[in-house]
């Protein structure tokens, strides 16, 4: 398992295409409705397992692709000063940026727990067993607040929060029902991991339009399996609970959510785009309907068959009709330093004359082992 400039270019590239292929499905009439929301979860979750393995294995086959990765090579190669490459720099940006993002992380948890801590003094609470016929297993608690924006479930706590509005009781069944499978989905961990991602990724835009419609995939599973033993006439009622809700978080004041400023990306919530999307999508026949099997595999098996081949450039021989290497072919080789300051580059059985070079002003060099004659 190696991780490399090239190994992170192909997981970029792979990731890429396949966000834009999220996109494609969610935001297509026809498309949504042939592969469905399953799929769209298992879609999203493979391109968040690429770009957390950004690696080569011991199966990648190396393609020389010099046209494309030697002007990369010869950019994040380039000397800024004395020997702080390009590559450097950017690594160096690219830690700082995590850094921060880091922070601000923890900055929005102790908000969260802020938030706990008052709405534990001021909410009413509830268990979902005061509304619902539950197992005991999954008889969460429900806390009631003014100061709730809207119904959602917050950071990690298995805790369904409701804002104070004039549901009905089924309509409030709709609601419970709804927050009740995100729960058992473990959506919460899922934004947990696109915070994450956004952490290590900060700096790739295509991270930034998966993570931002997560949500609304998650909320559309929810409605699927909240909706599935209902009629057509109580799925209209659903609908018209999700009309209404959105109707309240629009006349919704201000609350501790605004005042805290805390992002939406820590918390799974109805807000009034989601819920216009979703009553769009509720009233097709094919919504509930799983996606073909094998539709996921091959979502499933492309993703994978990427890790199969990584671009490499390649050092041409400084005298025609030498042989030459793959950048990545010095991991296996050695230097050797011959009396008359020349170097010859060994491996495996094959032999490079290099002439009076420099191994330590050489990037391709640096971490080559040197023998002297």
């Given at each position: 398992?190696?991780?490399?400039?090239?190994?992170?270019?192909?997981?970029?590239?792979?990731?890429?295409?396949?966000?834009?292929?999220?996109?494609?499905?969610?935001?297509?009439?026809?498309?949504?409705?042939?592969?469905?929301?399953?799929?769209?979860?298992?879609?999203?979750?493979?391109?968040?397992?690429?770009?957390?393995?950004?690696?080569?294995?011991?199966?990648?086959?190396?393609?020389?692709?010099?046209?494309?990765?030697?002007?990369?090579?010869?950019?994040?190669?380039?000397?800024?000063?004395?020997?702080?490459?390009?590559?450097?720099?950017?690594?160096?940006?690219?830690?700082?940026?995590?850094?921060?993002?880091?922070?601000?992380?923890?900055?929005?948890?102790?908000?969260?727990?802020?938030?706990?801590?008052?709405?534990?003094?001021?909410?009413?609470?509830?268990?979902?067993?005061?509304?619902?016929?539950?197992?005991?297993?999954?008889?969460?608690?429900?806390?009631?607040?003014?100061?709730?924006?809207?119904?959602?479930?917050?950071?990690?706590?298995?805790?369904?929060?409701?804002?104070?509005?004039?549901?009905?009781?089924?309509?409030?069944?709709?609601?419970?029902?709804?927050?009740?499978?995100?729960?058992?989905?473990?959506?919460?961990?899922?934004?947990?991991?696109?915070?994450?991602?956004?952490?290590?990724?900060?700096?790739?835009?295509?991270?930034?339009?998966?993570?931002?419609?997560?949500?609304?995939?998650?909320?559309?599973?929810?409605?699927?399996?909240?909706?599935?033993?209902?009629?057509?006439?109580?799925?209209?009622?659903?609908?018209?609970?999700?009309?209404?809700?959105?109707?309240?978080?629009?006349?919704?004041?201000?609350?501790?959510?605004?005042?805290?400023?805390?992002?939406?990306?820590?918390?799974?919530?109805?807000?009034?785009?989601?819920?216009?999307?979703?009553?769009?999508?509720?009233?097709?026949?094919?919504?509930?309907?799983?996606?073909?099997?094998?539709?996921?595999?091959?979502?499933?098996?492309?993703?994978?068959?990427?890790?199969?081949?990584?671009?490499?450039?390649?050092f041409k021989p400084p005298v025609e009709g030498e042989d030459y290497f793959?950048?990545?072919?010095?991991?296996?080789?050695?230097?050797?330093?011959?009396?008359?300051?020349?170097?010859?580059?060994?491996?495996?059985?094959?032999?490079?004359?290099?002439?009076?070079?420099?191994?330590?002003?050489?990037?391709?060099?640096?971490?080559?082992?040197?023998?002297?004659?």
């Amino acid at each position: 398992m190696i991780f490399s400039v090239s190994s992170l270019f192909i997981t970029l590239i792979v990731s890429t295409v396949l966000i834009l292929l999220f996109y494609l499905i969610l935001f297509n009439n026809k498309l949504i409705f042939l592969f469905r929301v399953d799929l769209l979860i298992v879609l999203s979750l493979i391109i968040i397992l690429r770009l957390f393995l950004p690696f080569e294995w011991p199966f990648t086959i190396t393609i020389l692709f010099p046209t494309l990765m030697n002007p990369i090579f010869d950019f994040y190669t380039y000397k800024l000063v004395n020997n702080f490459t390009v590559l450097y720099l950017l690594i160096f940006i690219w830690i700082i940026g995590s850094i921060i993002q880091t922070i601000r992380f923890i900055i929005q948890f102790k908000k969260i727990s802020n938030i706990f801590n008052i709405l534990k003094q001021t909410a009413e609470k509830k268990k979902l067993s005061d509304f619902l016929t539950i197992e005991e297993k999954i008889n969460y608690p429900v806390w009631i607040d003014n100061e709730i924006p809207c119904p959602m479930i917050l950071g990690f706590k298995k805790i369904i929060l409701l804002p104070k509005m004039n549901l009905q009781s089924k309509e409030l069944d709709f609601v419970l029902f709804h927050e009740l499978n995100h729960l058992k989905h473990h959506d919460n961990w899922i934004k947990l991991i696109t915070n994450i991602l956004l952490i290590l990724y900060w700096w790739f835009p295509p991270v930034y339009l998966l993570c931002n419609k997560i949500h609304l995939v998650l909320e559309m599973r929810a409605d699927k399996h909240a909706i599935k033993t209902l009629s057509k006439l109580e799925v209209a009622d659903y609908a018209k609970t999700l009309t209404k809700i959105q109707k309240s978080i629009s006349n919704q004041q201000s609350s501790i959510f605004n005042n805290l400023m805390i992002s939406s990306k820590f918390y799974i919530e109805d807000n009034s785009y989601t819920l216009l999307f979703r009553v769009k999508y509720l009233f097709n026949r094919h919504y509930g309907k799983r996606s073909n099997v094998l539709l996921i595999a091959l979502i499933v098996f492309l993703p994978l068959l990427s890790y199969g081949v990584v671009f490499e450039p390649y050092f041409k021989p400084p005298v025609e009709g030498e042989d030459y290497f793959y950048a990545s072919d010095f991991e296996r080789g050695f230097l050797v330093y011959h009396k008359d300051g020349t170097y010859t580059m060994h491996i495996d059985d094959k032999i490079l004359e290099l002439g009076k070079i420099d191994p330590k002003e050489d990037l391709a060099f640096k971490d080559v082992p040197i023998i002297e004659e």
